[in-house]
């Protein structure tokens, strides 16, 4: 991905970095030592547990909209993609968070962020990429996050769907249409429409109008933490997770997948 997409990245972390997550940052160099760091930190957690791979351990957790340089509105984006998706779509989304999702999948920036419930997925994407540099596997306590955003759940350790009224503010329209509030990102679920997020166990968290990365979201990071993967063993683990059945065809299940398992 374009170095210049992380470049607001880059100075969140810089800027925050003092602050102390739930955890210290551990080396992890093998599924082995992940599993015992597991064990350690969540072994005896009984909620969700979400996790996020990404090349690069300096990078930060912004959506892509967010991480762009010249940043255009979320709108312009949004309609540009119905008006002309409209036409090749045989089924067309039943929503506005629909419509993002999908966008997502195509690789469109939105204000969602891309999480799973497997930390094997997770670790996949945090070395297949960017090998010369240190990568990093974030965990995610999802309840934990919404809970600064005052999210009242009628059960412990629940995760709204994106139709529960509380998301209603994080809609396209009606951030487009009410200019001045700020909210803090949320964890949510939707339906795993695709076989590529079936796949991949994945969830969600959004973004609201502010550019807030997930690590500093309401200001004590204690719903997060993250794992070092260092460059040097990204190749092992990749290996390892090969032998594993986790590899691009099992995450992207697709005819254009296959050619990477020859």
Avoid at 50 to 61: E, H, K, P, T, V
Avoid at 95 to 114: A, I
Wanted: glycine share 4%; aromatic share 12%; proline share 5%.
């Amino acid at each position: 991905m374009c170095k210049r997409l992380f470049l607001l990245q880059s100075v969140y972390l810089s800027d925050y970095n003092s602050l102390l997550m739930r955890f210290n940052t551990d080396k992890v160099e093998s599924i082995s030592d992940l599993l015992v760091k597991l064990q350690g930190h969540i072994g005896n957690y009984t909620g969700p547990v979400w996790f996020r791979g990404q090349g690069d351990m300096n990078w930060s957790l912004v959506p892509k909209l967010m991480r762009l340089a010249q940043q255009l509105p979320e709108s312009h984006y949004f309609n540009r993609f119905k008006q002309d998706a409209s036409f090749i779509l045989n089924t067309h989304p039943k929503s506005e968070f629909e419509w993002l999702f999908l966008m997502q999948h195509y690789g469109v920036s939105t204000r969602l962020l891309d999480w799973s419930e497997s930390p094997l997925v997770a670790l996949y994407f945090a070395c297949i990429t960017e090998e010369n540099n240190d990568g990093a596997l974030w965990v995610l306590l999802p309840t934990v996050l919404n809970l600064k955003s005052r999210y009242q759940s009628e059960y412990e350790f629940e995760i709204p769907s994106f139709d529960d009224e509380h998301l209603e503010n994080y809609l396209p329209s009606t951030i487009s249409r009410e200019k001045k509030s700020s909210l803090l990102p949320m964890a949510a679920i939707a339906p795993r429409n695709s076989i590529r997020m079936q796949a991949q166990k994945g969830v969600f968290t959004i973004s609201h109008r502010e550019v807030i990365p997930i690590e500093i979201a309401g200001g004590d990071p204690d719903h997060i933490w993250k794992y070092q993967i260092p460059s040097d063993k990204k190749k092992l683990i990749l290996d390892e997770l090969k032998l594993l059945g986790i590899n691009r065809f099992h995450l992207f299940p697709e005819l254009e997948s296959l050619s990477f398992n020859f």
